[in-house]
Nanobody, 114 residues
Framework: VQLHASGGGLVQAGGSLKLNCTAS????????MGWYRQAPWKQRELVAS???????QSGDSVKGRFTISRDDRKNTVYLQMLSLKPEDTRVYYC?????????WGQGTLVTVSS
């Protein structure tokens, strides 16, 4: 399984971005797709995840601003980010948890200028 993430970039505070991550290979029918983020010298943290059944988990710092969704026909997970803040500046990683193991995509950098 390989994951390809895209959509990062530079945006002003208050702006929006949408991240996409597409999985190639067999991820099975039971899985969880999610987004994590990491600042330099800090632990990677959960941004949001969504299961194949639609159950969503999200971090407290992004609730009400970020929305995760998925398209199972395309094996793709999305992260719509609104009202971005400078503290949202991180490298964002997608991840898929399958019955066979967990897979990470390459990071995509999101930079929010003040």
């Amino acid at each position: 399984v390989q994951l390809h993430a895209s959509g990062g970039g530079l945006v002003q505070a208050g702006g929006s971005l949408k991240l996409n991550c597409t999985a190639s290979g067999n991820i099975g029918s039971r899985n969880v797709m999610g987004w994590y983020r990491q600042a330099p010298w800090k632990q990677r943290e959960l941004v949001a995840s969504v299961s194949n059944g639609g159950a969503v988990q999200s971090g407290d710092s992004v609730k009400g601003r970020f929305t995760i969704s998925r398209d199972d026909r395309k094996n793709t997970v999305y992260l719509q980010m609104l009202s971005l803040k400078p503290e949202d500046t991180r490298v964002y990683y997608c991840r898929v948890d399958t019955v066979w193991g967990n897979y990470w995509g390459q990071g995509t950098l999101v930079t929010v200028s003040s």
